[in-house]
């Protein structure tokens, strides 16, 4: 069973750069598939941030692309996701989640429990 | 970017009622159209993929039908468990989520 699991601080200042990372279990990072950052703002609706292939090829939503970088740790198996310049729009559940492909259309299948990041001072 | 757009943002229903949710896109986008359940506190969980598709372990009373620019998600028969918000997400282009219907208790 493929389990992801998210980490990192629970609170960040304005300003500051967000830190996550998520640890893939019971599927290899390098499998062929891309994995996926999505979040959550309290009571509102979910947001793609961008994902990664084991490659280190990356595709970001155009409107976070300049504050997000997201790198992979093969050895690790593990994905990680920086955004900087974060405001309290920031404030959200972040899940990671694995992107599969069928054919040439792709789901989300696995996601992670989600970890809340509240910007504030 | 490609916006989809659901409608209602909200529904009350009783169990045993047929609901209806549909997803519209600012183009076609074939059937790259997935739909996912989310309880409060929980991740998403994927119901229907490429627009018609049951995922496995997804009860049958869910279907999908529709491609090009209008998708939509069909509960045949409304259970207690099935009361969550549902979004549908397009996967022609670069990932975007629909804002998202809150099935409600009538």
């Known amino acids: 069973q493929v389990q992801l699991q998210e980490s990192g601080p629970g609170l960040v200042k304005p300003s500051g750069t967000l830190s996550l990372t998520c640890a893939v279990s019971?599927?290899?990072?390098?499998?062929?598939?891309?994995w996926s950052w999505v979040r959550q703002p309290p009571g509102k609706g979910l947001e793609y941030i961008g994902e990664i292939y084991h490659t280190a090829s990356t595709n970001y939503n155009p409107s976070l692309k300049s504050r997000v970088t997201i790198s992979v740790d093969n050895s690790k198996n593990q994905f990680s996701l920086k955004l900087s310049s974060v405001t309290a729009a920031d404030t959200a559940v972040y899940y990671c989640?694995?992107?599969?492909?069928?054919?040439?259309?792709?789901?989300?299948?696995?996601w992670g429990q989600g970890t809340l990041v509240t910007v504030s001072s | 970017d490609i916006q989809v757009t659901q409608s209602p943002s909200s529904l009350s229903a009783s169990v045993g009622d047929r609901v209806t949710i549909t997803c519209r896109a600012s183009q076609s986008i074939s059937t790259y159209l997935n739909w996912y359940q989310q309880k409060p506190g929980k991740a998403p969980k994927l119901v229907i993929y490429a627009a018609s598709s049951l995922q496995s372990g997804v009860p049958s009373r869910f279907s999908g039908s529709g491609s090009g620019t209008e998708v939509t998600l069909t509960i045949s028969s409304l259970q207690p468990e099935d009361f969550a918000t549902y979004y549908c997400?397009?996967?022609?282009?670069?990932?975007?989520f629909g804002q998202g219907t809150k099935v409600e208790l009538k």
């Open positions: 997400q397009q996967s022609y282009s670069t990932q975007t």
């Open positions: 989640a694995r992107r599969y492909s069928y054919g040439s259309g792709t789901y989300l299948d696995y």
């Open positions: 019971g599927a290899s990072i390098s499998s062929g598939d891309w």
